[in-house]
């Protein structure tokens, strides 16, 4: 079964920097359909998607990380990183990643295939 871990979650300042990575198991499957995303979900808030890259390199970033989050993928290695700086108390959430085809409302959706998780804390 294809399995994403995550790592690079952790607490830091504001203004401070975390580096989050996605690590898939090889897909024995056709996966060209899908794509890479990186979701959050703070307590009391709804799922959002952060950042999206497809699999010619087309990226999405919410607004409320623009300028500050870059997410970059190595398809041959089957991974995803989001390199996230000047981070803000409100950046604060667990965060996914996803390897879907479809955008998600849920974290995690009932499709595709996500991460555990990985919690993310910026103190002020």
């Known amino acids: 079964d294809v399995q994403l871990v995550e790592s690079g979650g952790g607490s830091v300042q504001a203004g401070g920097s975390l580096r989050l990575s996605c690590i898939a198991s090889?897909?024995?499957?056709?996966?060209?359909?899908?794509?890479w995303h990186w979701y959050r979900q703070a307590p009391g808030h709804e799922c959002e998607l952060v950042s999206r890259?497809?699999?010619?390199?087309?990226?999405f970033y919410a607004d409320s990380v623009k300028g500050r989050f870059t997410i970059s993928q190595d398809n041959a290695k089957n991974t995803v990183a989001l390199q996230m700086s000047s981070l803000k108390p409100e950046d604060t959430a667990v965060y996914y990643c996803?390897?879907?085809?479809?955008?998600?409302?849920?974290?995690?959706?009932?499709?595709?295939?996500w991460g555990q998780g990985t919690q993310v804390t910026v103190s002020s």
């Open positions: 890259i497809s699999n010619d390199g087309d990226t």
């Open positions: 090889r897909f024995t499957f056709d996966d060209s359909d899908m794509a």
């Open positions: 996803a390897r879907t085809t479809y955008i998600a409302t849920l974290c995690p959706a009932v499709f595709g295939y």
